[in-house]
């Protein structure tokens, strides 16, 4: 029997799904828009068992999630930028010890304290590269209600399987808005459970992941003694060593490719109309839902417009973006920035087409008319030619 | 004086207070509870002794290896994660409080040892230390505080004396230095203990005592940075340095209440030692029982939709139960509800209430809702969305139907009605100004929640049910539905009757406007197209 519809919030999808991926424990500091996942989360987390943290701010939240996921125990953490920003320090040492955790950011108008409850896409790239120093990571962005239960499942799967932190990319629009959905239920998920390395606590040392066997975590307190740290290390011991310039190298390549050599497996992109599209749009969370509709009006008048949308936003959708660049004349990509994903855009297109960004930073959503009437000016040019 | 309010809960005395009696383990069984031998720290540093020493209370409480879990800052100090062989977190630098903070509660199992050199611990961990102390996780912290940033070359730190040289503060330092017990215990640390690298024993036990303590556990161990501290300030001599700490450290029974803790006199020993309820157990005894009281109902999960609506609207699909305009005409596009009015008025409920009931109904719907920063006041709008197909853009840029319960709600939002849409507000609270192309009609929804219902919170739900009586594919019954899953048992009747009595004054409007009155059929009949 098929769940039954019901209405819920964005911000409360997130966190069912996050119970539904097996998380057990929540640190967070309350910021609008987020702070319904942190309150849904101190109700529901004593129900299954688990712990709610409220923390004295977002960088001691950061760090007891990662403490949580040392412990063996599913962790996440909820914000908007201004505490993303305070994140951004462990993100980094996440990504370079490799603790599997997972980060909503349901993004406000910025910098600083901003736009507090306006939406907003600003936070983009210090997604990407927020934290100091290279690193990979992974970022997915919802846009309807049950993809924020159905991503933050797939959020906590890519964080397990890659030993990485995920970055969920919300909005103040998708975050507070309610629609009627029926969640997936537990038998309809695949849940990525945290092992052990299948090995003797002996030998533990002299076995190393591989780009394509990569070994989970330890739980400390288990059979195997860790040392975790974010100075560089030795992938063959876990050893700090900061010395061997190849050490160093081995470790910085290894922290990329376990992502980017896995790229056609984690990308995910949601492609409309873009057959016989000669203007094609990309866009993302909130926006792709004004997108979708400016592309609804077009082709009922005739033009023929296509939609992008990327599910996950880094690793970049390179390869579904090299199609679009065959297919059409013009991109455009309208986004709740200015050109913060369009440069990305440019230069996969590298030059195959026009390039066009609608950025908007006030703190209102993008309109399917704003959108629609580049379209109009695009489509005449095309005619003209 | 303990800074905390509710003291009561410090009230149990401890049971007691001197520190379990250590035997120190030999070389060999230190040796077989570290990974190596070899530390970057420099020849003559405490940081060995301080080491060693929680080896010795460990080993001497002989707590299981694979139980031990270290949590490390960043510094000299830090570096004690290499060295242990016991489960090991390199943390970044001033968060190994937190970091142990979610472990310990993700795994109570664990014995967690937080070490942090007085960088971490007072200057950019400050804040950890003290939420760590005030929430009182079972978590025992170790302070390497040599008084000075080592790693980086001897620069101050919070624990630098007034005075003290350093390569920050080279006229000496304008700043006083933290007592980082007092400090401490002033935050809510329920065992505070101070001792030296020069009394070993006493710090073994002092350490111990922290282990055995349930509780955030905090012990001040004075080291020894000969290379630094010493050589601007003290001696360079790391014999001499220790020989000083022997002559500054006082037994804290000797340590006059009141007499001002200096560079060359400072109590040790313990220093608090009270019985408070580790959070854990705090936090399983607070949710063994429901919540109480008017928190609960702030945000949290969507209530499921009652089952009378599930009913109504799911056996039923789309099938209108009403007459007027036919769900046929939803298909054709989409309806756009707003709801406005200050915070407080309940305008979220009453929004919700009819998302559900379009919900119930089969359709599509999106609701929404945007508020200003007052809690109480100002103006505030819930929109929502109804449509047969997939609703892509979520917002409301002109409302068929737009529903004003303050002055200040028609003010800012009544002009963002579309051309032949309806306008529904409160004749009691609002007055109307004519806007061209679209109906006004005020109902005194106020008057009637006071004077009829007896109750003016129930304002939100008469003014539904007038909003209901306007979208004539939308059956009483769901609507009823709707209002009966969201509210409180004990006031499902008044809600209903309001309800009701919102349909009534809504009735009597569309009949006054048949009879040649103000023409108020259209509204959310009509849908269009987007």
């Known amino acids: ?22 998380a057990r424990f929540f640190a967070g500091y309350p910021i609008t828009p987020s702070t319904e996942i942190a309150e849904t989360l101190s109700r ?17 939240s950061m760090g007891a999630v990662i403490g949580s996921s040392l412990a063996g125990v599913k962790a996440l953490t909820a914000t908007s930028g201004p505490g993303f920003s305070l994140m951004q320090e ?18 406000r108008g910025g910098p600083s304290t901003g736009l507090p409850t306006d939406p907003s896409q600003g936070d983009v790239m210090q997604a990407r590269w927020g934290t100091h120093g290279e690193h990979s990571v992974i970022v997915v962005a919802p846009s309807s209600v049950r993809e924020c239960f159905t991503l933050t499942v797939d959020a906590f799967n890519f964080s397990e399987q890659y030993r990485t932190p995920v970055i969920m990319l919300s909005d103040a629009v998708i975050g507070h808005m309610r629609e009627a959905v029926a969640l997936p239920l537990p038998e309809e998920l695949r849940i990525a459970e945290r092992g052990e390395p299948d090995c003797d606590p002996e030998d533990y040392d002299t076995v190393v992941s591989t780009i394509d066997h990569i070994l989970p975590r330890p739980a400390l307190g288990s059979r195997f003694r860790v040392h975790v740290t974010g100075l560089v290390y030795d992938r063959r011991s876990g050893a700090v060593d900061t010395s061997h310039p190849e050490v160093a190298a081995d470790l910085g390549m290894y922290l990329r490719e376990k992502i ?18 000669e203007i094609g749009l990309f ?8 997108a979708r509709a400016a592309m609804k009006a077009a082709r009922r008048k005739g033009i023929a417009v296509g939609l992008l949308r990327p599910i996950t936003l880094w690793p970049f959708p390179t390869a579904a973006v090299d199609r679009m660049a065959e297919q059409v004349r013009t991109v455009i990509v309208p986004e709740m920035n200015i050109r913060q994903m369009a440069w990305e855009v440019q230069a996969a297109v590298a030059g195959r087409a026009e390039v066009v960004d609608l950025g908007r930073v006030d703190g209102r959503l993008i309109t399917p008319a704003q959108i629609d009437e580049l379209i109009e000016r695009k489509a005449d040019r095309v005619r003209a030619r | 004086m303990c800074a905390l309010v509710d003291e009561t809960v410090l009230a149990r005395e401890p049971k007691d207070c001197a520190p379990p009696r250590i035997k120190p383990a030999s070389t060999a069984a230190i040796r077989a509870q570290l990974r190596t031998g070899r530390t970057v720290w420099c020849p003559g540093c405490s940081n060995g002794i301080i080491t060693r020493a929680i080896v010795d209370a460990v080993l001497g409480l002989g707590l299981p290896q694979d139980k031990v879990a270290v949590f490390a800052g960043i510094g000299c100090s830090g570096r004690i994660g290499n060295y242990l062989n016991y489960s090991t977190v390199h943390t970044a630098h001033g968060r190994a409080l937190p970091f142990a903070t979610g472990a310990k509660v993700a795994d109570s199992s664990l014995k967690v ?13 400050g804040n950890h230390l003290i939420h760590a102390a005030r929430r009182n996780v079972d978590l025992t912290a170790v302070v390497f505080n040599n008084s000075i940033y080592g790693m980086t070359g001897g620069q101050k730190s919070p624990t630098t004396h007034m005075g003290d040289r350093s390569t920050t503060s080279i006229w000496g330092n304008a700043e006083p230095a933290f007592d980082l017990c007092e400090l401490a215990r002033a935050a809510g640390a329920t065992y505070v203990a101070r001792g030296t690298s020069w009394a070993y024993r006493q710090l073994v036990e002092l350490i111990a005592g922290g282990l055995v303590h349930e509780g955030f556990s905090f012990v001040e161990a004075m080291a020894v940075c000969h290379t630094y501290y010493g050589r601007f300030n003290l ?27 200096r560079r060359d006199r400072y109590p040790v020993g313990v220093l608090s030692h009270v019985e408070r309820p580790p959070y854990s157990d705090v936090y399983a005894e607070r949710h063994a029982r429901p919540p109480e009281g008017a928190a609960r109902e702030t945000g949290g999960p969507a209530q499921e939709a009652s089952g009378v609506a599930q009913e109504a609207g799911g056996s039923k699909g789309r099938e209108p139960q009403h007459g007027g305009a036919p769900a046929a005409r939803l298909e054709a596009g989409r309806i756009e509800v707003r709801v406005s009015g200050s915070g407080g008025q309940g305008i979220l409920l009453a929004a919700a209430v ?87 009609v005020g109902l005194p929804f106020t008057d009637t929640a006071v004077c009829d219902l007896g109750a003016k919170v129930v304002t939100n739900i008469v003014s539904l049910g007038a909003l209901s009586a306007f979208i004539d594919w939308l059956p009483p019954a769901v609507v009823d539905g709707a209002v009966a899953a969201r509210v409180p048992a004990k006031f499902k009747d008044l809600n209903l009757r309001a309800l009701e009595a919102g349909r009534r004054l809504a009735e009597r409007a569309l009949a006054e406007g048949a009879a040649g009155g103000p023409d108020v059929a259209g509204g959310a009949g009509v849908a269009r197209e987007r």
């Open chain 1, 260 to 277: 980017y050599h896995h790229r056609d497996a984690i990308v995910r992109v949601e492609e409309v109309g873009m057959e016989d599209a």
């Open chain 1, 1 to 22: 029997m098929p769940q039954p519809r019901r209405l819920i919030q964005g911000n409360e999808a997130v966190a069912e799904g996050a119970i539904a991926a097996g």
């Open chain 1, 44 to 60: 529901r987390m004593p129900e299954v068992g688990g712990s709610f943290l409220q923390m004295e701010d977002e960088i001691a």
């Open chain 2, 235 to 261: 001696t360079a001599d790391p014999a001499k340095f220790l020989l000083a700490q022997k002559e500054h450290a006082i037994p804290a029974d000797e340590f006059e209440p009141g007499e001002p803790r």
């Open chain 2, 354 to 440: 009819l998302a559900d009931a379009v919900a119930a109904m089969g359709l599509e719907v999106v609701q929404t809702q945007s508020y200003g920063p007052e809690a109480r006041g100002g103006a505030s709008q819930a929109d929502v969305i109804a449509s047969a197909e997939e609703i892509d853009y979520p917002e409301v840029d002109e409302a068929d139907v737009s529903l004003c319960l303050s002055q200040a709600a028609f003010d800012r939002y009544a002009a963002e009605t579309r051309k032949r849409g309806l306008i529904l507000y409160d004749s009691g609270l609002v007055q109307a100004c004519a806007i061209p192309g679209v109906r006004l």
């Open chain 1, 90 to 107: 462990l993100i980094g040492y996440a990504a370079m010890a490799q603790v599997p955790c997972v980060i909503v950011d349901v993004m």
């Open chain 2, 113 to 125: 040892i937080v070490v942090m050199g007085d960088g971490d611990c007072a200057a950019i961990g």
């Open chain 1, 283 to 290: 866009a993302y969370g909130s926006v792709a839902r004004s």
